[in-house]
């Protein structure tokens, strides 16, 4: 996740600056830069890697000021070379971005039409080049700020700094978290409460949609019409924490809204935005590419949320590369003597890299000479270094010992890795590729829209907490998120939940269907959407309660009197599994809080199982 730090201050700011991005470390990054305005002259420093390198360009030729923003880069658009990091320039204006702008090439479009020129292949630049044109329109800094806001698209948080004022930041959230620290005489503006926790306690959080004048005497927070809103001031406990849960009751919630940010930037790893194709990571020196188009089977090994994830992806890789997939519970995959070909792939999931099943599941397919690759959150872990190939989650640390934005970043790359598949082995064109990372470039502005819901699926949650079991049912890859949503329930409230495939119902299940069943579907409208109504119908009959997640069309079209519903947005069939996900957390979640029980750290259960 990229890292956002602004002061407008009465001293230099630009070490200090750099001093609360280090504390923004934790997030990952590949670029950094500073920008400050000292009479009346923008100035930057940018650099590569880590930010000892920036450290060694300032101490070589320093940026004077007392106001100034800082930013840690994650690459999605472009390169992670210094002419992509940030902050970026145009008249008199400097930003830096968090997130993804979707509408960026219409808005460079009609910039360059007007005569405005780009350096950089970023997204980001577009919002520099906005403000400055509201601003050569004649708008003042804050309605050019406002007015350049209000037409993004995407999930974004950024900082706006102005040539023509050495008293003014204009911050903006719509997804990404953005913090306001409260000091005496100073103002400052972070991703997150570390990075402000040597400058103050008194911290306020903007909310979507929001946008703040920040001045040294304080600040205004507006909403996108103009309107002034109020957020509450509170004291956070940054100092004390490595990562902070900021404005959130738990780890695990400040997690799941953490996943607009982590999705985009876990897409950006292995898709091209600018030239929307998918364009897998460059390799180190000690791994090896995979050549899809020479596989005949894919085996793919991982433990509980993870090889829910895999489990997904059997459908894409199957179904986009027509490639078949066998996937595998790691404790039982480790002991059945598989008869593996010389020349497969096995693939291992897993959040930490050092779940024990699966290491020793990759320890059994390397002596099978099995080109082995990973999907790991951390690149040191043992997995990872075990692997031919590594395929990094973006997701930053998870606290929570349920798992949320480290599933939904799995599942980023498998979607990423299943379009790679399929352009390699030759069944999908130029055309659907460009049109399928379109789709995938939408996955973390339909995220942030699902996170809107939260208060009616905390309402919802309430009437599970008194019930003994729970069935969750779903078709297609909405069968394996249907196991999950059972998982993460089990895990967090202790209540009994099971998950079947919807056309196994009547197989069996449907003798379990009374009044004090609830039933949960997981059902956008799709090509199969018909086939699991008639199963909710089958459920109805029996006076089972069903919840209902679906989109617009197939909440009008299922026609379920006394079915509760979540209506999700209407999304592309790719991204479905990743966002759907969000509901199904956000329910164990409220249910589990209700119920009163330690959501962070559910009994009898470890972050990391590291023993068999």
């Given at each position: 996740?990229?890292?956002?730090?602004?002061?407008?201050?009465?001293?230099?700011?630009?070490?200090?600056?750099?001093?609360?991005?280090?504390?923004?470390?934790?997030?990952?990054?590949?670029?950094?830069?500073?920008?400050?305005?000292?009479?009346?002259?923008?100035?930057?420093?940018?650099?590569?890697?880590?930010?000892?390198?920036?450290?060694?360009?300032?101490?070589?030729?320093?940026?004077?000021?007392?106001?100034?923003?800082?930013?840690?880069?994650?690459?999605?658009?472009?390169?992670?070379?210094?002419?992509?990091?940030?902050?970026?320039?145009?008249?008199?204006?400097?930003?830096?971005?968090?997130?993804?702008?979707?509408?960026?090439?219409?808005?460079?479009?009609?910039?360059?039409?007007?005569?405005?020129?780009?350096?950089?292949?970023?997204?980001?630049?577009?919002?520099?080049?906005?403000?400055?044109?509201?601003?050569?329109?004649?708008?003042?800094?804050?309605?050019?700020?406002?007015?350049?806001?209000?037409?993004?698209?995407?999930?974004?948080?950024?900082?706006?700094?102005?040539?023509?004022?050495?008293?003014?930041?204009?911050?903006?959230?719509?997804?990404?978290?953005?913090?306001?620290?409260?000091?005496?005489?100073?103002?400052?503006?972070?991703?997150?409460?570390?990075?402000?926790?040597?400058?103050?306690?008194?911290?306020?959080?903007?909310?979507?949609?929001?946008?703040?004048?920040?001045?040294?005497?304080?600040?205004?927070?507006?909403?996108?019409?103009?309107?002034?809103?109020?957020?509450?001031?509170?004291?956070?406990?940054?100092?004390?924490?490595?990562?902070?849960?900021?404005?959130?009751?738990?780890?695990?919630?400040?997690e799941i809204y953490e996943q607009p940010e982590v999705i985009g930037h876990t897409l950006a790893h292995y898709v091209d935005f600018n030239e929307q194709k998918v364009a897998l990571h460059?390799?180190?020196?000690?791994?090896?590419?995979?050549?899809?188009?020479?596989?005949?089977?894919?085996?793919?090994?991982?433990?509980?949320?993870?090889?829910?994830?895999?489990?997904?992806?059997?459908?894409?890789?199957?179904?986009?590369?027509?490639?078949?997939?066998?996937?595998d519970v790691a404790s039982e995959f480790r002991y059945r003597e598989v008869p593996m070909s010389k020349s497969g792939l096995s693939l291992f999931i897993s959040q930490s890299g050092e779940t024990a099943d699966t290491l020793a599941g990759l320890k059994y397919c390397e002596?099978?000479?099995?080109?082995?690759?990973?999907?790991?959150?951390?690149?040191?872990?043992?997995?990872?270094?075990?692997?031919?190939?590594?395929?990094?989650?973006?997701?930053?640390?998870?606290?929570?010992?349920?798992?949320?934005?480290?599933?939904?970043?799995?599942?980023?790359?498998?979607?990423?890795?299943?379009?790679?598949?399929?352009?390699?082995?030759?069944?999908?064109?130029?055309?659907?590729?460009?049109?399928?990372?379109?789709?995938?470039?939408?996955?973390?502005?339909?995220?942030?829209?699902?996170?809107?819901?939260?208060?009616?699926?905390?309402?919802?949650?309430?009437?599970?907490?008194?019930?003994?079991?729970?069935?969750?049912?779903?078709?297609?890859?909405?069968?394996?998120?249907?196991?999950?949503?059972?998982?993460?329930?089990?895990?967090?409230?202790?209540?009994?939940?099971?998950?079947?495939?919807?056309?196994?119902?009547?197989?069996?299940?449907?003798?379990?269907?009374?009044?004090?069943?609830?039933?949960?579907?997981?059902?956008?409208?799709?090509?199969?959407?018909?086939?699991?109504?008639?199963?909710?119908?089958?459920?109805?009959?029996?006076?089972?309660?069903?919840?209902?997640?679906?989109?617009?069309?197939?909440?009008?079209?299922?026609?379920?009197?006394?079915?509760?519903?979540?209506?999700?947005?209407?999304?592309?069939?790719?991204?479905?599994?990743?966002?759907?996900?969000?509901?199904?957390?956000?329910?164990?979640?409220?249910?589990?809080?209700?119920?009163?029980?330690?959501?962070?750290?559910?009994?009898?259960?470890?972050?990391?199982?590291?023993?068999?």
């Amino acid at each position: 996740m990229c890292g956002i730090v602004g002061i407008v201050g009465t001293r230099p700011v630009a070490p200090l600056i750099v001093d609360a991005l280090k504390r923004l470390e934790y997030r990952g990054y590949d670029s950094a830069g500073v920008a400050t305005l000292s009479e009346g002259n923008l100035d930057r420093r940018r650099a590569e890697g880590k930010l000892v390198n920036l450290e060694n360009r300032l101490e070589f030729d320093p940026l004077a000021g007392n106001i100034g923003i800082g930013h840690t880069r994650w690459a999605t658009h472009g390169a992670p070379v210094e002419v992509n990091a940030h902050p970026h320039f145009s008249t008199k204006v400097a930003v830096v971005h968090n997130g993804i702008v979707e509408n960026f090439r219409e808005l460079r479009t009609e910039l360059q039409a007007d005569g405005f020129t780009f350096s950089s292949q970023t997204d980001t630049e577009v919002i520099a080049h906005l403000v400055a044109k509201g601003m050569k329109d004649g708008l003042s800094p804050e309605k050019a700020a406002q007015s350049a806001i209000s037409r993004l698209t995407g999930a974004f948080a950024l900082a706006i700094m102005f040539g023509t004022d050495s008293n003014l930041i204009v911050a903006g959230r719509n997804g990404p978290p953005l913090a306001i620290g409260h000091g005496a005489g100073e103002m400052y503006l972070g991703s997150d409460a570390v990075a402000l926790a040597p400058f103050t306690n008194r911290i306020t959080y903007l909310e979507d949609g929001d946008w703040a004048v920040i001045r040294r005497d304080g600040m205004q927070i507006f909403d996108l019409d103009g309107n002034t809103v109020e957020r509450a001031q509170q004291t956070s406990v940054g100092s004390a924490l490595m990562v902070d849960k900021g404005n959130h009751r738990h780890f695990m919630i400040k997690e799941i809204y953490e996943q607009p940010e982590v999705i985009g930037h876990t897409l950006a790893h292995y898709v091209d935005f600018n030239e929307q194709k998918v364009a897998l990571h460059e390799m180190s020196e000690t791994e090896q590419p995979i050549d899809f188009a020479s596989l005949d089977r894919l085996n793919i090994t991982a433990c509980g949320t993870a090889y829910l994830a895999g489990y997904t992806s059997k459908y894409w890789f199957e179904r986009l590369a027509r490639l078949p997939v066998d996937i595998d519970v790691a404790s039982e995959f480790r002991y059945r003597e598989v008869p593996m070909s010389k020349s497969g792939l096995s693939l291992f999931i897993s959040q930490s890299g050092e779940t024990a099943d699966t290491l020793a599941g990759l320890k059994y397919c390397e002596a099978e000479g099995q080109h082995l690759a990973a999907i790991v959150n951390v690149r040191e872990s043992t997995i990872a270094r075990s692997s031919h190939s590594v395929f990094p989650t973006l997701a930053g640390p998870e606290i929570g010992v349920a798992s949320t934005k480290a599933f939904t970043c799995q599942l980023s790359v498998l979607a990423s890795l299943a379009v790679a598949a399929g352009v390699q082995r030759g069944h999908i064109d130029r055309e659907r590729e460009t049109k399928l990372v379109a789709e995938l470039s939408e996955a973390p502005r339909y995220a942030n829209e699902v996170l809107k819901l939260e208060e009616e699926i905390r309402q919802l949650a309430h009437s599970l907490a008194n019930k003994q079991h729970i069935l969750y049912l779903g078709r297609d890859t909405n069968y394996p998120l249907a196991m999950e949503g059972a998982l993460k329930l089990k895990e967090l409230s202790y209540i009994h939940a099971e998950a079947y495939a919807a056309g196994e119902l009547k197989h069996g299940p449907i003798a379990l269907i009374d009044e004090e069943m609830p039933v949960v579907v997981i059902a956008p409208h799709d090509r199969i959407f018909e086939k699991t109504v008639s199963n909710m119908q089958e459920v109805a009959a029996r006076g089972g309660k069903i919840i209902l997640i679906t989109d617009p069309r197939g909440a009008e079209e299922a026609g379920m009197d006394g079915a509760e519903l979540i209506v999700m947005p209407s999304m592309p069939e790719i991204i479905t599994p990743i966002i759907y996900s969000l509901p199904i957390q956000m329910l164990a979640y409220h249910t589990a809080v209700h119920m009163g029980t330690d959501v962070d750290q559910p009994r009898n259960l470890a972050k990391s199982v590291t023993v068999e």
